[in-house]
């Protein structure tokens, strides 16, 4: 069965103290793996799409990296502004399937 | 305005009502997405459509109608829900169906 599991499912920080998220799958084929922060009352926002194992994409103070089984994004000197739900869905090859995980509510302390 | 927007952005109704939400995109966009998400659970794809024709329909109860008019506009008819069905409903866009890009604000509905 097609799965997304993400881990932690809530994570407190520090400002400054870096730290990764992680986005594990078992899917029959990945066309994508997407990532996206979640504010509350408002809809997610697009971060990232990765394709294949070995990609990597960065934005400001987030890098998410993908290998055959998950993803990590990787939070390098967080700000309280920082602090979001981070979601993660992967889009199966074939027929499209779209599988979202429950997310990481991610809180920064100042 | 720019990006997607949903209207409206609260919606309180009775079991027996009809109802319908909207979702509007400018982005040039061809793919279009309903997507339920409720409390502790995953976003559920509910629909997509692509160039005004419907790709993916999760198993949603006919209680849910979508309709696509043209690449622009989204609706999701709604009749008869159930207290259940009272969570975020989210719109969604993309210049082809291979995922979401452009998420709207959502509408928050509860089903009395």
């Known amino acids: 069965e097609d799965q997304v599991t993400q881990s932690p499912e809530a994570l407190r920080l520090q400002e400054g103290e870096s730290s990764s998220l992680n986005c594990s799958y078992t899917v029959s084929g990945l066309r994508g793996l997407f990532w996206y922060r979640q504010d509350p009352g408002k809809g997610p926002e697009f971060l990232f799409t990765l394709y294949s194992a070995g990609e990597e994409k960065e934005k400001e103070r987030l890098k998410a990296t993908l290998t055959k089984k998950e993803s990590f994004l990787h939070i390098t000197a967080p700000k309280p502004e920082d602090s979001a739900t981070y979601l993660c869905?992967?889009?199966?090859?074939?027929?499209?399937?779209?599988?979202f995980g429950t997310g990481t509510r991610l809180k920064v302390l100042a | 305005e720019t990006g997607v927007t949903q209207t409206p952005r609260h919606l309180v109704m009775g079991m027996t009502n009809k109802k319908s939400l909207k979702c509007e995109q400018h982005?040039?966009?061809?793919?279009m997405y309903w997507y339920k998400q409720s409390a502790k659970k995953p976003l559920e794809l509910m629909f997509v459509y692509s160039l005004e024709e419907r790709v993916e329909n999760n198993s949603v109860p006919s209680r849910f109608s979508p309709e696509c008019p043209n690449s622009s506009h989204l609706f999701l008819h709604l009749h008869t829900l159930q207290p259940e069905d009272s969570a975020l409903y989210l719109c969604?866009?993309?210049?082809?169906?291979?995922?979401?890009?452009?998420f709207g604000p959502g509408t928050r509905l509860t089903v009395l």
């Open positions: 969604a866009s993309s210049q082809d169906p291979s995922g979401p890009r452009i």
């Open positions: 982005l040039g966009h061809n793919a």
């Open positions: 869905a992967v889009v199966t090859s074939g027929t499209y399937k779209y599988i």
